[in-house]
């Protein structure tokens, strides 16, 4: 989560279960799951507003997990937290699988 702190993003839109953050240089950064077969990944809720990580600097960042079995397999909840000048957004990702297939959110680009 690191690689978030001290940049400024163009924009950050969602779209289809991911959300990319693109800085003014064109860098982009994209959060995402690839889906398997027998998993399901995807954005359950976001607290704030986007638009709040748009033209103000990343000051915190921070990645946190919970996860247990359930009795049909596995269930995976990811929560990202960031902190800019104009307030808090928190992204928070649900994933269940039948404990076999991954349930990692990923973070593309540098």
Known sequence: MNRFIG??????????????????NGNTLKMYHEQECCENVSISQITGDLSDL???????????????????????????????????????????SNGYYSESVYILGE
Do not use: C, M
């Open 7 to 24: 940049r400024v993003f163009k924009s950050v839109v969602e779209h289809n279960d991911s959300i990319t953050f693109t800085e003014y």
């Open 54 to 96: 748009v033209d103000s600097p990343i000051l915190d960042a921070f990645e946190n997990t919970n996860s247990g079995n359930t009795e049909d397999g596995h269930q995976t909840w990811t929560f990202y937290k960031f902190r800019t000048r104009k307030g808090y957004v928190d992204i928070t990702w649900y994933g269940e």
